[in-house]
């Protein structure tokens, strides 16, 4: 696999509509311009082994809003739909399905939009199809409809909001593939409220209960490690939002 920063940030990589320029956003599409945790950490959960594996089935990314979090699942989907699997599956999962195409779909395709260098890749309202066979799609929480999934990556967006039985039996279909060499869960969001979801809760707090990724030990949320790891499972919890984001 290409590395995903390599790629993101090159001329054929991730393409946003505007950028950071003198102290001001300016409208001007171009490659990503990613802060320096967030590469690291995109870098350190996409990175495969020898084998071409990634580290983990599943990964948990809490963080405030207007951090940059759909760009990252828009780009986390783009670069697996490019270069992961052939023939498979990337899936954008919300609490409605419009919401999934305005938000995390969207970033996705306004990123093939303002590629020059991405030809013949046609997105849809709800679809986009790569030339190798892969589709990344939008769907709503109808855990009846997608159960049994084939996916490479399956991404969640504000998973705090999952409080009803139906939406959090999606994140229990969505199992990991044992025929895919590649088979993650990706949940991007911010906290919630205490009490408001225990699926979300329970994602962060178990991650937690591990021990932080020492490879990362130097970006923290007031003082302690923001970045943990529990066997095949990341998380990223942080309530602070860098200066430093371009996205």
Not at 165 to 177: C, G, I, P
């Amino acid at each position: 696999m290409k590395s995903i920063i390599e790629w993101a940030t090159s001329k054929f990589g991730f393409y946003v509509d505007r950028h950071y320029v003198d102290g001001r956003w300016v409208l001007k599409p171009g490659p990503i311009e990613l802060a320096d945790y967030h590469a690291r950490i995109l870098d350190h959960c996409f990175t495969p082994d020898d084998t071409g594996r990634l580290p983990y089935d599943v990964i948990c990314w809490c963080e405030p809003a207007k951090s940059g979090k759909s760009a990252i699942a828009g780009l986390a989907s783009e670069w697996m739909a490019l270069h992961g699997e052939k023939n498979s599956s990337i899936v954008m999962a919300s609490n409605k399905q419009n919401q999934a195409a305005s938000l995390m779909f969207k970033s996705l395709t306004d990123s093939i939009e303002f590629n020059p260098h991405l030809p013949n890749v046609g997105p849809s309202k709800l679809a986009a199809t790569f030339r190798n066979g892969n589709v990344v799609k939008a769907i709503a929480s109808n855990s009846k409809g997608e159960a049994g999934a084939r996916f490479s990556l399956a991404l969640f967006d504000e998973l705090w909001g999952y409080v009803y039985e139906d939406a959090k039996r999606l994140w229990t279909e969505f199992k990991t593939d044992p025929t895919r060499l590649n088979s993650v869960r990706f949940a991007i969001g911010y906290a919630g409220y205490v009490g408001e979801s225990d699926l979300w809760q329970g994602l962060l707090e178990g991650g937690k209960s591990g021990e932080p990724a020492p490879e990362l030990a130097d970006i923290t949320n007031d003082g302690e490690p923001a970045c943990w790891r529990n066997g095949r499972t990341f998380v990223f919890w942080s309530h602070q939002c860098s200066n430093t984001v371009r996205i």
